[in-house]
């Protein structure tokens, strides 16, 4: 059974910094992972897919890697700002219509 | 504007009471999700539908039901035999081309009085 793991549950750093988020499964049999953002009360808005046979995905300061044979991928968030501050999950797609997401990472940004 | 819209944004329960959640979309997407999320925790399935008129329970679809009528509309019910409903409630859409790229809607909170 998919297991997605995200540790830390929670990060704080001061603005400026670059970060990396990290998320682990136990099934390296995925099409895809995918990273969201969520704010407080708010649905979920994705910010990068990788597919299966990609290593990485850039959205400006975002960039997601993936290595499947160990099961990671992690989130790189380059000058960190305090509109960042979010949860960010990250989820994978084990068949073709049942997504397992991670708990999360609850991420704030110091001024 | 296309989106998923969920109504309402808050909901209180009672005791014994079935209450429905609405979710309507339109980005003409053939499937829907409806997920739940508790404090500090992931995403867990309750529900999918992948067509209208078809639907597959999740990993906790006991107490919650559902109906898919219309293309556009995915409605969740949680009964009162869901004896612990005070969550986030997620609907979610996506386009059935296997790479399911989910569009989530902005959640209900649903609390017991």
């Known amino acids: 059974k998919q297991e997605v793991t995200q540790i830390p549950a929670a990060l704080s750093v001061p603005e400026g910094e670059n970060l990396v988020l990290n998320c682990s499964f136990t099934d390296s049999a995925i099409y895809n992972l995918q990273w969201f953002r969520q704010d407080p009360g708010k649905g979920l808005t994705s910010l990068l897919l990788?597919?299966?046979?990609?290593r990485e995905q850039t959205s400006g300061r975002l960039n997601a890697s993936l290595d499947k044979s160990s099961g990671r991928s992690t989130l790189y968030i380059a000058a960190s700002q305090p509109g960042d501050s979010a949860t960010y999950l990250c989820?994978?797609?084990?068949?073709?219509?049942?997504?397992?997401f991670g708990s999360g990472t609850r991420l704030s940004i110091r001024p | 504007d296309g989106g998923i819209t969920q109504s309402p944004k808050y909901l209180f329960r009672k005791e014994g009471q079935n209450v429905t959640l609405s979710c309507e979309q339109n980005?003409?997407?053939?499937?829907m999700y409806w997920y739940r999320q508790d404090p500090g925790q992931g995403l867990r399935l309750i529900y999918y539908?992948?067509?209208?008129?078809?639907?597959q329970k999740g990993d906790i679809a006991e107490g919650y039901s559902v109906s898919r009528e219309k293309k556009e509309s995915f409605p969740l019910t949680v009964t009162s035999a869901q004896k612990n409903p005070t969550a986030f409630y997620l609907c979610?859409?996506?386009?059935?081309?296997?790479?399911?790229?989910?569009?989530f809607g902005a959640g209900t909170r649903l609390s017991v009085l």
């Open positions: 980005l003409n997407h053939d499937a």
């Open positions: 989820a994978v797609l084990s068949s073709a219509s049942k997504i397992i």
């Open positions: 990788i597919q299966s046979s990609q």
């Open positions: 979610a859409s996506s386009i059935r081309d296997g790479k399911n790229i989910q569009y």
């Open positions: 539908s992948q067509i209208v008129n078809d639907f």
